[in-house]
Protein backbone atom coordinates (compact mmCIF):
# COMPACT_ATOMS: atom_id res chain seq x y z
CA UNK A 1 0.00 0.00 0.00
CA UNK A 2 1.17 3.72 -1.01
CA UNK A 3 2.32 5.44 2.58
CA UNK A 4 1.33 8.61 1.68
CA UNK A 5 -1.92 11.22 1.24
CA UNK A 6 -2.56 13.30 -1.49
CA UNK A 7 -5.72 15.28 -2.55
CA UNK A 8 -7.60 13.29 -5.18
CA UNK A 9 -7.73 16.58 -7.74
CA UNK A 10 -6.36 20.38 -7.78
CA UNK A 11 -6.84 23.00 -10.33
CA UNK A 12 -4.26 26.13 -10.57
CA UNK A 13 -4.53 29.40 -13.11
CA UNK A 14 -2.07 29.49 -15.70
CA UNK A 15 0.86 31.22 -14.97
CA UNK A 16 0.51 30.94 -10.72
CA UNK A 17 2.36 28.54 -8.61
CA UNK A 18 0.92 25.30 -8.27
CA UNK A 19 1.40 23.85 -4.72
CA UNK A 20 0.65 20.07 -4.45
CA UNK A 21 0.77 18.71 -0.88
CA UNK A 22 1.55 15.21 0.36
CA UNK A 23 1.51 13.42 3.78
CA UNK A 24 3.48 10.98 4.74
CA UNK A 25 3.42 10.77 8.22
CA UNK A 26 4.51 7.00 8.72
CA UNK A 27 7.81 7.93 6.89
CA UNK A 28 11.30 6.15 8.18
CA UNK A 29 14.61 7.88 8.27
CA UNK A 30 15.72 5.65 5.20
CA UNK A 31 13.22 6.59 3.14
CA UNK A 32 13.34 9.55 0.37
CA UNK A 33 9.79 11.48 -1.13
CA UNK A 34 9.80 11.39 -4.74
CA UNK A 35 7.53 13.34 -7.09
CA UNK A 36 6.63 12.06 -10.65
CA UNK A 37 3.53 13.03 -12.79
CA UNK A 38 1.99 11.44 -15.59
CA UNK A 39 1.04 13.30 -18.83
CA UNK A 40 -2.15 11.65 -20.39
CA UNK A 41 -0.94 8.88 -22.35
CA UNK A 42 2.73 9.02 -21.01
CA UNK A 43 4.95 7.20 -18.82
CA UNK A 44 5.32 8.72 -15.33
CA UNK A 45 8.01 11.29 -15.53
CA UNK A 46 10.68 11.82 -13.16
CA UNK A 47 10.17 15.88 -11.32
CA UNK A 48 12.39 15.69 -8.20
CA UNK A 49 13.18 14.13 -5.14
CA UNK A 50 14.50 14.93 -1.35
CA UNK A 51 15.55 12.96 2.12
CA UNK A 52 15.02 16.16 4.68
CA UNK A 53 16.22 19.15 2.89
CA UNK A 54 14.41 21.29 0.57
CA UNK A 55 15.27 20.90 -3.14
CA UNK A 56 15.08 22.71 -6.23
CA UNK A 57 15.32 21.61 -10.05
CA UNK A 58 14.73 22.70 -13.03
CA UNK A 59 10.99 21.66 -12.78
CA UNK A 60 10.06 22.56 -9.76
CA UNK A 61 10.78 22.48 -6.01
CA UNK A 62 9.87 20.42 -2.85
CA UNK A 63 9.84 21.93 0.17
CA UNK A 64 9.80 18.90 3.11
CA UNK A 65 8.56 19.98 6.63
CA UNK A 66 11.16 19.35 9.53
CA UNK A 67 9.22 16.35 11.06
CA UNK A 68 9.31 15.07 7.33
CA UNK A 69 6.09 14.01 7.76
CA UNK A 70 4.87 16.53 4.87
CA UNK A 71 6.15 17.84 1.89
CA UNK A 72 4.92 20.16 -0.85
CA UNK A 73 5.83 20.28 -4.25
CA UNK A 74 5.68 23.82 -5.86
CA UNK A 75 5.64 24.70 -9.54
CA UNK A 76 6.22 27.99 -9.74
CA UNK A 77 4.66 29.23 -12.84
CA UNK A 78 2.34 26.57 -14.10
CA UNK A 79 1.49 26.15 -17.74
CA UNK A 80 -1.27 24.52 -19.56
CA UNK A 81 1.39 21.54 -20.44
CA UNK A 82 1.38 20.68 -16.66
CA UNK A 83 -2.12 19.47 -16.57
CA UNK A 84 -1.36 15.74 -15.20
CA UNK A 85 -1.72 13.32 -12.32
CA UNK A 86 0.93 14.15 -9.68
CA UNK A 87 2.53 11.07 -7.65
CA UNK A 88 3.96 11.82 -4.31
CA UNK A 89 5.54 8.66 -3.25
CA UNK A 90 7.76 7.10 0.07
CA UNK A 91 10.68 4.97 -1.40
CA UNK A 92 13.13 3.03 0.57
CA UNK A 93 16.70 4.25 -0.07
CA UNK A 94 18.96 2.36 1.41
CA UNK A 95 19.29 0.00 3.93
CA UNK A 96 19.29 -3.67 1.59
CA UNK A 97 15.32 -4.28 2.26
CA UNK A 98 13.27 -6.13 -0.39
CA UNK A 99 11.83 -3.13 -0.74
CA UNK A 100 14.18 -1.10 -1.39
CA UNK A 101 14.36 0.99 -4.35
CA UNK A 102 10.67 0.10 -4.87
CA UNK A 103 7.81 2.76 -5.98
CA UNK A 104 4.52 2.45 -4.54
CA UNK A 105 2.34 4.55 -6.17
CA UNK A 106 -1.02 5.61 -4.92
CA UNK A 107 -3.53 7.45 -6.60
CA UNK A 108 -1.57 10.83 -6.80
CA UNK A 109 -3.37 14.19 -7.57
CA UNK A 110 -5.32 15.30 -10.59
CA UNK A 111 -3.81 18.79 -11.66
CA UNK A 112 -6.16 20.74 -14.00
CA UNK A 113 -4.17 24.61 -15.01
CA UNK A 114 -6.86 26.24 -16.11
CA UNK A 115 -6.52 29.12 -18.40
CA UNK B 1 20.16 10.67 -24.63
CA UNK B 2 17.34 8.21 -26.18
CA UNK B 3 14.69 7.37 -23.22
CA UNK B 4 13.30 4.05 -22.85
CA UNK B 5 11.60 2.62 -25.23
CA UNK B 6 8.94 0.38 -25.46
CA UNK B 7 7.02 -1.41 -28.72
CA UNK B 8 4.27 -1.44 -29.73
CA UNK B 9 2.59 1.22 -28.31
CA UNK B 10 -0.93 -0.73 -28.79
CA UNK B 11 -1.91 -4.21 -29.23
CA UNK B 12 -5.25 -5.41 -29.15
CA UNK B 13 -5.57 -9.39 -29.04
CA UNK B 14 -8.36 -11.74 -28.50
CA UNK B 15 -8.62 -13.66 -25.12
CA UNK B 16 -6.48 -16.64 -25.05
CA UNK B 17 -3.63 -15.25 -27.92
CA UNK B 18 -0.34 -14.81 -26.23
CA UNK B 19 1.36 -11.44 -26.09
CA UNK B 20 4.94 -10.03 -25.97
CA UNK B 21 6.09 -6.91 -25.48
CA UNK B 22 9.91 -5.52 -25.82
CA UNK B 23 11.77 -2.76 -23.80
CA UNK B 24 14.94 -1.02 -24.44
CA UNK B 25 16.28 0.63 -21.19
CA UNK B 26 18.32 3.83 -21.25
CA UNK B 27 22.31 2.78 -22.47
CA UNK B 28 24.16 1.93 -19.35
CA UNK B 29 21.07 1.72 -16.76
CA UNK B 30 21.94 -1.83 -14.91
CA UNK B 31 18.33 -2.17 -13.89
CA UNK B 32 14.97 -2.23 -15.22
CA UNK B 33 11.52 -2.62 -14.58
CA UNK B 34 7.86 -3.81 -15.57
CA UNK B 35 4.86 -2.39 -14.16
CA UNK B 36 1.57 -2.64 -14.76
CA UNK B 37 -1.22 0.41 -14.76
CA UNK B 38 -4.96 -0.25 -14.56
CA UNK B 39 -7.21 2.54 -15.87
CA UNK B 40 -7.54 4.85 -13.51
CA UNK B 41 -4.50 3.69 -10.99
CA UNK B 42 -1.33 4.24 -10.44
CA UNK B 43 1.45 2.13 -11.79
CA UNK B 44 2.32 -1.50 -9.97
CA UNK B 45 5.60 -3.12 -9.97
CA UNK B 46 5.43 -6.55 -11.73
CA UNK B 47 9.57 -7.55 -11.83
CA UNK B 48 12.86 -5.83 -11.36
CA UNK B 49 15.98 -7.01 -13.13
CA UNK B 50 19.38 -6.14 -11.60
CA UNK B 51 21.24 -6.77 -14.95
CA UNK B 52 20.35 -10.32 -16.44
CA UNK B 53 18.93 -11.67 -13.01
CA UNK B 54 15.41 -11.05 -11.25
CA UNK B 55 15.72 -9.79 -8.14
CA UNK B 56 11.46 -9.22 -7.22
CA UNK B 57 9.30 -10.81 -9.03
CA UNK B 58 7.40 -11.23 -6.31
CA UNK B 59 4.32 -9.38 -8.08
CA UNK B 60 4.62 -11.48 -11.56
CA UNK B 61 1.35 -14.03 -11.66
CA UNK B 62 3.76 -16.58 -12.42
CA UNK B 63 1.27 -18.91 -14.09
CA UNK B 64 0.91 -16.42 -17.33
CA UNK B 65 3.19 -13.92 -17.19
CA UNK B 66 7.21 -14.72 -17.75
CA UNK B 67 10.18 -12.38 -18.31
CA UNK B 68 13.39 -12.46 -19.78
CA UNK B 69 16.61 -9.95 -19.34
CA UNK B 70 19.28 -12.45 -21.45
CA UNK B 71 21.88 -10.06 -22.01
CA UNK B 72 21.12 -7.64 -19.35
CA UNK B 73 20.31 -4.75 -21.94
CA UNK B 74 16.49 -5.08 -23.87
CA UNK B 75 13.74 -7.12 -22.16
CA UNK B 76 10.58 -9.28 -23.44
CA UNK B 77 7.44 -9.62 -21.19
CA UNK B 78 4.98 -12.02 -22.26
CA UNK B 79 1.48 -12.92 -21.18
CA UNK B 80 0.56 -16.35 -22.16
CA UNK B 81 -2.41 -17.03 -22.44
CA UNK B 82 -4.13 -13.38 -22.09
CA UNK B 83 -7.24 -12.85 -19.93
CA UNK B 84 -9.55 -10.02 -20.61
CA UNK B 85 -8.45 -8.65 -16.69
CA UNK B 86 -5.04 -8.37 -18.32
CA UNK B 87 -5.79 -4.90 -20.61
CA UNK B 88 -3.68 -2.39 -18.65
CA UNK B 89 -0.69 -0.53 -20.00
CA UNK B 90 2.20 -2.00 -19.59
CA UNK B 91 5.47 -0.18 -18.43
CA UNK B 92 9.03 -0.04 -18.43
CA UNK B 93 11.14 1.48 -16.59
CA UNK B 94 15.21 1.71 -15.98
CA UNK B 95 17.82 2.94 -13.42
CA UNK B 96 21.52 2.85 -13.47
CA UNK B 97 21.68 0.79 -10.84
CA UNK B 98 19.61 0.27 -7.31
CA UNK B 99 21.57 1.03 -4.18
CA UNK B 100 23.83 4.26 -5.19
CA UNK B 101 22.08 7.16 -4.09
CA UNK B 102 21.78 9.89 -7.05
CA UNK B 103 22.01 6.69 -9.48
CA UNK B 104 18.73 5.06 -8.90
CA UNK B 105 16.29 7.25 -10.04
CA UNK B 106 13.80 5.78 -12.22
CA UNK B 107 13.20 6.68 -15.70
CA UNK B 108 9.70 5.26 -17.58
CA UNK B 109 8.83 4.40 -20.88
CA UNK B 110 5.54 5.77 -22.24
CA UNK B 111 3.91 2.17 -21.86
CA UNK B 112 2.16 -0.52 -23.83
CA UNK B 113 -1.16 -0.12 -23.78
CA UNK B 114 -2.54 -4.03 -23.78
CA UNK B 115 -6.50 -4.08 -24.82
CA UNK B 116 -7.76 -8.17 -24.52
CA UNK B 117 -11.45 -8.50 -26.00
Known amino acids: DAKTTQPTSMDCAEGRAANLPCNHSTISGNEYVYWYRQIHSQGPQYIIH???NNETNEMASLIITEDRKSSTLILPHATLRDTAVYYC????????????????FGQGTTLQVKP | EAGVVQSPRYKIIEKKQPVAFWCNPI?????LYWYRQNLGQGPELLIR????????DSQLPKDRFSAERLKGVDSTLKIQPAELGDSAVYLC???????????????FGPGTRLTVL
Open chain 1, 50 to 52: GLK
Open chain 2, 49 to 56: YENEEAVD
Open chain 1, 89 to 104: IVRVAFGGSSNTGKLI
Open chain 2, 93 to 107: ASSLDILSTGRDTQY
Open chain 2, 27 to 31: SGHNT
